[in-house]
């Protein structure tokens, strides 16, 4: 491992990957790195499926290496298999990593959460925690905000950013997934979209009920560039927002009790004495809570 991380310390990308892979597989695990730095480390990107959240971090990075970041993209990917080791599978291809003055300022890596034994929103933090540790500024965590495990990879970051798009019609599905909550910052994208504006409006309003401090909400349009200068200051400069501080600590406990269970050895046994009724139920837990840490 050392030799490994001295490698990827140096720049060596394979290495790198070799590191990040052991993480999902569960074999190596890593802490928080020391920071003197008072801005966000880790931030997430989160929202529907199709929403322009890739197309979005693409024009981000762009604006943020010319602003003298090296920044790295973990891409948690629930659904698309892992096609040999392809970086971003059938995501959209990110055009900074074409670029030959930027691309040595970013790395890009998804994560395969179907083949993670352990929990995913951990296996995602530890990867982070790696990527930081080597020496990349910034992590960008893109998630979609569709299910539990994936609201609970945008929990682990510093700061997170709901990504939505323009209404469809059947109000604010975020405040419903509880990802409104969450976040530090909304962005609606495709301002060039009817519905784009409305949608933000209809954000605004959930957002306002009964807060002082409700997050901003910025529109922009990742296909035309329109408001994405502004998204990138707005993002670099985001501050935690203490309404989403209380949600966002409920989520990485329940993420760190997920992975005592999971992690447990007796797991997968304990689950089959359970299904052959071998075992009750409530023993098994208990057994289970006893622990391995
Ligand atoms: N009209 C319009 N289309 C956009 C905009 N941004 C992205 N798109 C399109 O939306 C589609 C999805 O974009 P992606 O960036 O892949 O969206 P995503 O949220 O990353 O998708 P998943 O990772 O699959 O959840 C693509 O066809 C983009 O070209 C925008 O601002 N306006
Ligand atoms: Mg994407």
Redo the contacts with the bound molecule.
């Keep these: 491992m050392d030799d490994r991380l001295d490698a990827a310390k140096a720049g060596d990308r394979r290495a790198l990957a070799r590191l990040l892979s052991s993480i999902e597989n569960g074999e190596l695990r890593f802490s928080e790195p020391h920071s003197e730095d008072s801005g966000w480390k880790i931030l997430a990107l989160t ?11 693409d024009r981000l990075l762009h604006e943020w290496v010319d602003h003298g970041h090296r920044v790295a993209v973990l ?1 948690v990917d629930p659904s698309s298999p892992r096609s040999g080791g392809a970086l971003l599978g059938d ?2 291809r990110m055009s900074v990593v074409d670029d030959d003055n930027k691309k040595n300022s970013v790395y890009v890596r998804s994560v395969a959460t179907r083949k993670t034994s352990g929990s995913v929103p951990l296996v995602v933090r530890d990867m982070a925690f790696c990527l930081l540790h080597v020496g990349w500024d910034k992590v960008v965590i ?1 998630t ?1 905000g569709a299910g539990q495990s994936e609201v609970r990879c945008a929990a682990v970051a510093d700061r997170i950013v709901l ?1 939505e798009g323009p209404a469809r019609g059947d109000g604010v599905q975020a405040e419903k997934a509880g990802l409104l909550e969450l976040a530090d910052a909304v962005i609606v ?5 009817d519905g784009a504006q409305r949608h933000a409006n209809e954000l605004r309003e959930s957002l306002h009920l009964g807060h002082e401090d409700a997050p901003e909400v910025l529109l ?5 560039g329109d408001g994405i200068a502004e998204a990138s200051s707005m993002l670099l400069n985001l501050e935690q927002s203490t309404r989403a501080s209380r949600a966002r600590w409920r989520e990485r406990l329940l993420s760190h009790h997920e992975r005592l269970l999971l992690e447990h050895p007796e797991f997968d046994s304990l689950l089959s004495k359970i299904e052959e009724g071998l075992m009750s139920f409530d023993d098994a837990y208990a057994q289970l809570r006893n622990g391995n840490e």
């Design positions: 929202g529907p499926p199709g929403v322009g959240k890739s197309c979005l971090l891409a995501r959209v893109e979609v990504i994208n495709k301002s060039d979209l922009v349009s990742a296909l035309h």
